[in-house]
Nanobody, 121 residues
Framework: QVQLMESGGGLVQPGGSLRLSCAAS????????MAWYRQGPGKQRDMVAS???????NYADSVKGRFTISRDNAKDTIYLQMNSLKPADTADYYC???????????????WGQGTQVTVSS
């Protein structure tokens, strides 16, 4: 099994910054794409940013220019640097990964438990 552990959430004032981390652990062959999703109160879960194993990134329009996703393959960890935070960024943030448990088999998708980000004065 694979576990994803997020950290770094908290309360921050508008205009502030936070850095989220997500570390994968367990037994697996390879982690392919990883991503951050978020779910605000009463809203659906939406993709915030994604990153391939090669480092190619994709961002939701609402966070472009403010958030940066990065990845350390040696540590099986991704990060989300969030700058210029707005109250609209308030949400539970979830880590997502596509994992090949063994060579030559289809990948399995995993989710973390989530970390709360609150942007408020």
């Amino acid at each position: 099994q694979v576990q994803l552990m997020e950290s770094g959430g908290g309360l921050v004032q508008p205009g502030g910054s936070l850095r989220l981390s997500c570390a994968a652990s367990g037994r697996f062959f390879k982690i392919n794409d990883m991503a951050w999703y978020r779910q605000g109160p009463g809203k659906q879960r939406d993709m915030v940013a994604s990153i391939t194993i090669d480092g190619d990134t994709n961002y939701a329009d609402s966070v472009k220019g403010r958030f940066t996703i990065s990845r350390d393959n040696a540590k099986d960890t991704i990060y989300l640097q969030m700058n210029s935070l707005k109250p609209a960024d308030t949400a539970d943030y979830y880590c997502y990964s596509e994992v090949q448990l063994h060579a030559g088999v289809l990948q399995t998708n995993y989710w973390g438990q989530g970390t709360q980000v609150t942007v408020s004065s």
